[in-house]
């Protein structure tokens, strides 16, 4: 599975932005998604999590209520959208995939995209 993230930018806090992140391959349906994010200086954290059927989503407590990640099986794409942006919220993210259940352990993950840079301003 290669993974390619995009949808990241500068914004102001208090904004919103939708992550997305496109999956290659016919099985994508087979594997649940994560975002996690990388901070300067910081080491890779769990974001959000979502069972390969949709079914199921976990968040991290600093964004719950502040992020959605949803995913389209069809269009082979794992989404974040994430409002009332902070600037605590500045970091690299990444999407990935696990084959089994979603897990918010990062090395539990079998592959990861790119990373897309978000940046919010006080």
């Known amino acids: 599975v290669q993974l390619q993230a995009s949808g990241g930018g500068l914004v102001q806090a208090g904004g919103s932005l939708r992550l997305s992140c496109a999956a290659s391959?016919?099985?994508?349906?087979?594997?649940?998604m994560g975002w996690f994010r990388q901070a300067p200086g910081k080491e890779r954290e769990f974001v959000a999590a979502i069972s390969w059927s949709g079914g199921s989503t976990y968040y991290a407590d600093s964004v719950k209520g502040r992020f959605t990640i949803s995913r389209d099986n069809a269009k082979n794409t794992v989404y974040l959208q994430m409002n009332s942006l902070k600037p605590e919220d500045t970091a690299v993210y990444y999407c990935?995939?696990?084959?089994?259940?979603?897990?918010?352990?990062?090395?539990?993950?079998?592959?990861w995209g790119q990373g897309t840079q978000v940046t919010v301003s006080s």
């Open positions: 990935a995939a696990v084959l089994g259940i979603a897990t918010p352990v990062t090395y539990d993950y079998d592959y």
């Open positions: 391959g016919r099985t994508f349906s087979s594997y649940a």
